[in-house]
């Protein structure tokens, strides 16, 4: 079914709204706290959030295109990059992976998915590769949704550098909202080995609700 919302939102285990659902595993208190929900309901709009915990950049700029080209519309799109170290794998079978930083060894993926992770920060990353990929995904993602709507733009925690990277002087007009600095220290209750207590919790999103609203 073809969408019209006023609020289109994107992102990684933020926007996803990760560990509001606290030990009982509850969805609907999740979807009710996070950020997206308190913005449209404010704003009395409808909106539509398709993000995924771990997802990387490439993951988020392939799945707001893909929105996009089925004819899909909104007014405005908010759009929350990721780590930039996260990338994208397709295994043999053609089933897409989000894979973290070097030192996070993937969970519930395949040994051949588990194998490129490895062999990727051995052989191929470099930080100037990571920078390149960040900014690239950005200047992209900018030009594509220029006639399309407004965008609104968020970082998961700091902005990457800017001053070496030729792709990011191409984005230098872009304001981008660092969720780190906006949360604060207003995250969810760690509890060792069942939640990890590094998302924000129901003032955490507040927060970027809030920043969100002064910046539409």
């Excluded at 051995?122 to 594509?144: A, C, G, T």
């Excluded at 925690?157 to 030729?166: A, D, G, M, V």
Aim: contains cysteine.
């Amino acid at each position: 079914m073809i969408m019209k919302v006023d609020l289109f939102f994107c992102g990684d285990s933020n926007t996803f709204g990760e560990e509001l659902q606290g030990l009982e595993e509850d969805n609907n208190k999740r979807i009710a706290q996070r950020y997206s929900t308190l913005v449209s309901k404010e704003l009395g709009k409808t909106h539509y959030n398709t993000s995924q915990s771990g997802a990387c950049n490439d993951w988020i700029v392939k799945t707001v295109l893909e929105w996009f080209e089925k004819g899909n519309t909104c007014d405005t799109a908010i759009i929350q990059f990721s780590d930039a170290i996260r990338w994208g794998f397709y295994d043999k079978d053609g089933k897409y992976e989000n894979l973290g930083a070097s030192k996070i060894i993937p969970k519930f993926v395949s040994s051949e998915t588990t194998e490129a992770h490895s062999v990727y920060y051995e052989k191929i990353w470099s930080e100037q590769l990571e920078l390149d990929n960040y900014w690239k995904n950005m200047f992209f993602l900018r030009n594509y949704l220029k006639d399309k709507c407004k965008v609104v733009w968020m970082t998961l925690s700091r902005i990457p550098k800017r001053e070496t990277n030729l792709w990011s002087k191409l984005c230098k007009d872009i304001e981008i909202g660092e969720q780190k600095y906006i949360i604060g220290d207003n995250k969810c209750p760690k509890i060792p080995g069942v939640l990890p207590g590094t998302h924000p919790n129901e003032i955490g999103h507040q927060n970027i609700a809030k920043w969100i609203l002064k910046n539409l």
